[in-house]
């Protein structure tokens, strides 16, 4: 009895290994496109570019009611919106994907979803689904689609929230529901249009927010993931589910620290997610295509954020910067793309990326040089060191080391001439013989006398 006990125990847990070792396989299948795409960007899009309204968050803090945030209805009316315009200035800018918000906090959605007339169609003088053309022009440029989804909806009746709200029973059809208590009920309502996008998109990348405001076992997380993945088992989702997400999804501030594992930093241009007129203060070019850099040298996605105007237009500031970034991108080409993560700390003061073969090293210059540039710990032996995008061959020498220890020396740089030198970020891309290897020990001297 107890050989049959524990052979049963045996193939339990091997049947779990098994089991977990094929969710992980899963996983990074997934992942794959995420973690080679490096740039996606990010739309806000809703009701409050009608008037330049914070993007629900004026409800939160009463700096409006939502009756008065509702007008803006009115003029919302997308009429200029073509999205294949939009898909190509994202292909152009180099992003392989883009993420739309589909329904922000405040419950308007940008589809004709049948559980709530609070919607582009049915309640907009757009009276279009905006959501399914986006889609289908993305996929029609190769680029993946993401789909922001709010879990939260403040104008839901059978949603809490923490200020005045008027009765908006009239936008959420709720037939046959009586047996539901409140928040079964909300569950079932946000797992629906979950559905209803799912069928009808069928995206690529999940985007949630709003998953702060209550617990994974409220939000039913478990099962909405469940499902998200029976209708899709190709699909992967950001952190925004309590613990459920695939990858991480820090905004605003680049980490000090990478996240474990795959991730994303979404970042606006201004200071604002929607469209903002009185918004002046954008980022400088530069700063966008640096932090750039700086994220896929971390080993992350930058998903670069744009608010629309309420007819469907992109303001011209936000057009100089995604134009600016495409021809960084266009002439580093293979920096960007074809690359991971780069060296650890201590190596290079600045970032860097390591080819996919480890066989090339990207330096990235933030400034002018001076005197010559320098990289520590390199044990493989150096090919060449050209300026990406110019062509510039640079001289090079090792000084130093201990060759007896297997300490390697400096390796010193020439500077690039100055009319290589990148406005923004400058290149420099060291081929070498072999596999990169570098020496990470303290540097321990060996007595040779």
């Known amino acids: 009895m107890n050989k049959i006990l524990t052979l049963l125990l045996i193939f339990t847990i091997s049947q779990m290994s098994f089991s977990q070792s094929q969710e992980n396989l899963s996983k990074e299948e997934r992942l794959k496109w995420f973690k080679d795409a490096k740039l996606g960007i990010f739309i806000h899009w809703g009701l409050y570019a009608v008037d330049g309204i914070q993007e629900s968050w004026g ?51 940008l589809w004709g979803t049948k559980l709530s007339r609070l919607n582009a169609v049915d309640y907009s003088p757009a009276k279009r ?27 839901h009746p059978d949603y809490k929230v923490p200020f005045p709200r008027p009765d908006l029973k009239k936008f959420y059809p709720q037939k046959n529901q ?33 998953d702060w405001e209550r617990s994974a076992e409220e939000w039913r997380a478990a099962g909405t993931k469940d499902s998200l993945l029976s209708w899709n088992p190709n699909v992967i989702i950001n952190s925004r589910l309590q613990s459920y997400g695939d990858y991480a999804t820090p905004e605003q501030g680049i980490p000090v620290v990478r996240p474990k594992g795959p991730w994303e930093f979404c970042m606006t241009m201004n200071d604002n997610w929607g469209y903002f007129p009185s918004d002046k203060n954008y980022k400088p070019i530069a700063q966008i295509i640096r ?32 134009n600016a970034l495409g021809d960084w991108i266009r002439k580093h080409h293979e920096a960007v793309f074809d690359t991971q993560e780069g060296l650890p700390y201590g190596h290079f003061f600045g970032p860097t990326m390591v080819s996919k073969d480890k066989k090339s090293i990207y330096l990235c210059l933030f400034d002018e040089p001076k005197h010559y540039v320098l990289l520590k710990g390199l044990q493989t032996k150096v090919k060449e060191i050209e300026v990406v995008g110019s062509g510039q061959q640079l001289n090079f020498e090792r000084n130093g080391g201990a060759a007896w220890n297997n300490i390697p020396g400096i390796l010193r740089i020439e500077i690039p001439q100055k009319q290589n030198l990148d406005e923004y970020v400058t290149i420099i891309k060291i081929s070498l013989e072999d596999e990169l290897h570098l020496y990470r020990g303290h540097g321990n001297a060996v007595e040779m006398n």
Do not use: C
């Not at 928040?183 to 799912?198: A, C, D, H, I, N």
């Not at 971390?298 to 100089?320: F, H, R, S, V, Y």
């Open 59 to 109: 409800l939160w803090h009463q700096k409006i009611g939502y009756d008065e945030y509702l007008k803006q209805h009115q003029g919302f009316t997308a009429q200029n919106y073509n999205p294949k315009d939009w898909a190509e200035i994202f292909k152009k800018t180099g992003a392989r994907y883009a993420v739309l918000t589909t329904r922000h906090h405040d419950g308007f959605a």
């Open 129 to 155: 689904d905006l959501v399914a053309p986006f889609a289908q022009t993305l996929r029609n440029q190769g680029l993946k689609v993401g789909l922001y989804y709010s879990l939260t909806d403040w104008a």
């Open 291 to 322: 932090t750039f850099v700086e994220v896929i040298s971390k080993g992350g996605n930058l998903l670069l954020n744009i608010g629309p105007k309420a007819d469907g237009t992109i303001a011209e500031p936000q057009m100089q910067r995604l």
């Open 178 to 210: 009586n047996q539901l208590d409140s928040w079964q009920r909300f569950v079932k309502y946000y797992r629906g249009q979950l559905r209803e996008l799912s069928s009808e998109i069928n995206p690529d990348l999940w985007w949630f927010d709003g």
